[in-house]
């Protein structure tokens, strides 16, 4: 099992360019997760998922979008980055009744200039 | 106060010493409670949730003071391979799928 996976790893964009990340898990889990982490923040929630095709808002949402049309996958869409988007993002998932274990992916480094 | 506060540390022990972080948590209606591991440019791994009665796992120890509303995490005999951060996270109510509160951590080095 691969767990869960980040594409891509590393990124530099220009302010107002658009990219989406990936994330992909195999491990059958119901919820997902996309956060940010910043020095001096911790790790911020953007959008979670329950469930193939829903959606929520976490706390940082402003200025992205995500979509889990296939249970395995879960993208983060930003639609005109922005420097304040600096940062690392990584996507989590766990499954259902499974205590509150979140299995991380590698992250995501993402430089927009 | 901050939903969960963390000393950041650095915390810097030689090789075999036992060192003890704690962190303290706001909302005393908090349900859950773990402790993740974070190497530098790596993601959060889990390495232990804490139980009401104190659990152990190997070197680390786990407790958590409901009263005092603070979990501790000790290491034991520590190793060059402990050094890390530790993040403290809580889960704020009971069903919450959504939002855990993570610590900004607390950083660990292990001397030789």
């Known amino acids: 099992n691969a767990g869960v996976t980040q594409t891509p790893k590393f990124r530099v964009l220009k302010t107002g360019q658009s990219m989406t990340l990936l994330c992909a898990q195999d491990?059958?889990?119901?919820?997902m997760y996309w956060y940010r982490q910043d020095p001096g923040m911790g790790l911020r929630l953007i959008h979670y998922s329950v469930g193939e095709g829903t959606t929520a808002k976490g706390e940082v949402p402003d200025g992205y979008n995500v979509s889990r049309l296939k249970k395995q996958n879960f993208l983060l869409g930003l639609e005109s980055a922005a420097p304040s988007q600096t940062s690392v993002y990584f996507c989590a998932s766990r499954s259902v009744g499974g205590g509150k274990t979140q299995y991380f992916g590698p992250g995501t480094r993402l430089l927009v200039l | 106060r901050k939903e969960v506060e963390q000393d950041p540390g650095p915390f810097n022990v030689p090789e075999g010493a036992t060192v003890a972080f704690n962190c303290t948590y706001s909302n005393s209606a908090s349900q859950s409670f773990f402790w993740y591991r974070q190497d530098c440019r790596k993601e959060p791994k889990l390495l232990m949730s804490v139980y009401s009665s104190g659990n152990e796992d190997g070197r680390f120890t786990a407790q958590l003071n409901r009263a005092s509303q603070y979990i501790s995490l000790l290491i034991r005999d520590s190793k060059l391979s402990d050094s890390a951060t530790y993040l403290c996270?809580?889960?704020?109510?009971?069903?919450?799928?959504?939002?855990?509160?993570w610590g900004l951590g607390t950083s660990l080095a292990v001397n030789p």
């Open positions: 491990m059958n889990h119901e919820y």
């Open positions: 996270v809580v889960n704020p109510r009971a069903g919450n799928n959504r939002k855990l509160i």
